[in-house]
């Protein structure tokens, strides 16, 4: 079964420019999340959809981050303009979307951006 | 609210030693999820284990295992006869049901030939 697919892995951006992700979930997970990790730092929740709806996007910074998931499987995260301190790894992660917290979430890759 | 510790920053050990990686956590529910991944070099975080609060059974899986006492809010991890192929950060993570999924700030294991 193929895991969590995120592209691309590596992006460097100069400041005020903007970039965007993408990420494919696992095939028949119905909850996508996205989060940035910061060096040296646990990964933080940036938004949480359930199929193509938000559940949870109360740590975005909305006024220059945006995500989407229209037809509830792949996702896109954009950031415009971009700040020195979006320097992180932005991950992506999928599950079945099971009720309750025992849902184990499952990880791509990552996309590591340098804004310079 | 919750939170998870683990205090231990960095660890570095010689091929063929017990490691065992600390997680304290914090929450008032009585219902609530553990987990540890393990993100190597690479980046993907690789989810190890899960365990709720109603089960306080300790886990073995190979050179791998899990003790979670709920007396002491810990959930510690051990590898029994490390190999360099265990050098990574490995992080422990808290989720009460229906939340956000919250993280230590990860140990960085070395283990070294």
């Known amino acids: 079964e193929a895991g969590v697919a995120q592209s691309p892995r590596y992006k460097i951006i100069e400041k005020r420019q903007s970039v965007a992700f993408w990420c494919n979930p696992i095939s028949g997970h119905a909850t996508l999340y996205w989060y940035q990790q910061i060096l040296g730092q646990g990964p933080k929740l940036l938004i949480q959809f359930q199929n193509n709806g938000v559940v949870d996007d109360s740590q975005l910074p909305k006024d220059r981050f945006s995500a989407e998931r229209l037809k509830g499987v792949d996702s896109t995260l954009k950031i415009q303009p971009a700040k020195l301190e979006d320097s992180a790894v932005y991950l992506c992660a999928s599950s079945l979307g099971a009720s309750g917290g025992g849902d184990t979430q499952y990880f791509g890759p990552g996309t590591r951006l340098t804004v310079l | ?113």
């Not at chain 2, 360099?84 to 049901?97: E, H, I």
Request: net charge neutral.
């Open chain 2, 1 to 113: 609210a919750q939170k998870v510790t683990q205090a231990q920053t960095e660890i570095s050990v010689v091929e063929k030693e017990d490691v065992t990686l600390d997680c304290v956590y914090e929450t008032r529910d009585t219902t609530y999820y553990l987990f540890w991944y393990k993100q190597p070099p690479s980046g993907e975080l690789v989810f190890l284990i899960r365990r709720n609060s109603f089960d306080e059974q300790n886990e073995i899986s190979g050179r791998y295992s899990w003790n979670f006492q709920k007396s002491t809010s810990s959930f510690n991890f051990t590898i029994t006869a490390s190999q360099v192929v265990d050098s990574a950060v490995y992080f422990c993570a808290l989720r009460k049901t229906s939340e956000k999924l919250v993280f230590g700030k990860g140990t960085k294991l070395t283990v070294n030939p």
